[in-house]
């Protein structure tokens, strides 16, 4: 959002299908026909999120998508089938196409087939329209800062008023990352890794013509900001500068508070601050005792086996995808 001169950023566009609209994969709104009308996304497929997609980029900058990959996939590890408004339906004489509006609730499973192997709802030559890059945080670090927006008092800003466990995403992150190896999208290059990893790790692709395994790991980021950045930059070809890690002008900060005003609540971190900059100390290394302990002191003893339950399910997904983050 700091190169709004040769960027448009858009803030995780596939979460108004995902939660609102017709194609909806998430239960989180299921029962909440108000709150899906009230979000304004109620009649967004994901066609209609990439069609504003091809319309930001048709006004001639890059686009940069910040989003989440579980938006693309049934939660749950389900069997992906394609979301009916990019389906290509065989249409008889005297057959309509309602592809835009799945008849039944909850919508998912979809009345489509599915591409083999492909885990997501996005169709693979759609896929193939997107560079990408990867953002991964430990789960012992990120599961914990997400239960906390769906709890009392941050939950009524968030507006999530339960913690759904299929709601962190590293299990569709791992296999839409094997995935696009596997199809020759990403890999066998890995960003600031002479050799590319290969064998137990994996499938290195077909084509061996994909773009460079760009994975970036938040504790890294935090901890060399400046070099981690560089590095994303000249793997996904944006020309680097250090003014990117700051957004301390007015317009800056307004440009921040409007993509982050969807979703409230779960990006005040980075709004009450202007700058990346090191952190003065790495973060501390806990044992899973002191870890529980500082979980049931802030959330409760129930609260704090359900974030441990959560965090050891994602935990080998996370190390499969730390093995490729970048190194400065």
């Excluded at 989440?68 to 049934?74: C, D, V």
């Excluded at 935090?222 to 944006?238: M, N, Q, R, T």
């Excluded at 100390?281 to 339950?309: L, M, P, Q, Y």
Aim: charged share 30%; glycine share 8%.
């Amino acid at each position: 959002m700091t190169r709004p001169d040769i960027l448009t950023c858009v803030h995780e566009p596939f979460g108004d299908a995902f939660y609102y609209g017709p194609e909806r994969l998430s239960e989180r709104y299921e029962r909440d026909l108000q709150g899906r009308q009230d979000s304004s996304f109620s009649d967004s497929t994901y066609k209609t999120v990439m069609e504003r997609l091809e319309k930001g980029e048709a006004e001639g900058k890059r686009l940069f998508i910040k989003d989440i990959t579980y938006y693309l996939s049934p939660p749950g590890g389900k069997p992906a089938k394609i979301a009916p408004s990019l389906a290509r339906r065989k249409r008889g004489v005297g057959t309509g196409d309602n592809s835009d509006q799945p008849a039944k609730e909850p919508p998912y499973p979809y009345d489509t087939e599915g591409e083999p192997d492909n885990p997501t709802v996005v169709p693979t030559e759609l896929l193939k329209k997107f560079h990408f890059a990867f953002l991964i945080r430990h789960p012992k670090r990120a599961i914990p800062s997400y239960y906390k927006c769906t709890v009392p008092p941050q939950d009524k800003i968030t507006g999530f008023y339960d913690f759904m466990p299929s709601e962190a995403g590293y299990d569709e992150m791992r296999r839409l990352f094997e995935y696009l190896r596997s199809i020759g999208e990403i890999g066998p290059r890995i960003v600031g890794q002479e050799a590319a990893t290969n064998g137990t790790n994996g499938a290195n692709g077909t084509g061996g013509n994909g773009v460079e395994i760009c994975v970036v790991d938040a504790d890294d980021l935090l901890d060399k900001p400046g070099a981690i950045i560089e590095a994303f930059c000249k793997s996904v070809g944006i020309e680097y500068s250090p003014k990117m890690l700051r957004w301390d002008t007015e317009e800056e900060q307004e440009r921040a508070r409007k993509a982050f005003a969807k979703w409230p609540g779960f990006h005040d971190d980075a709004l009450e601050h202007s700058e990346l900059k090191p952190r003065d100390h790495k973060k501390e290394c806990k044992s899973a005792e002191e870890e529980n302990a500082a979980w049931t002191k802030a959330f409760g003893d129930d609260a704090a086996k359900v974030i441990r339950a959560t965090v050891d399910k994602n935990l080998d997904d996370y190390e499969f995808l730390k093995q490729f983050a970048i190194k400065v």
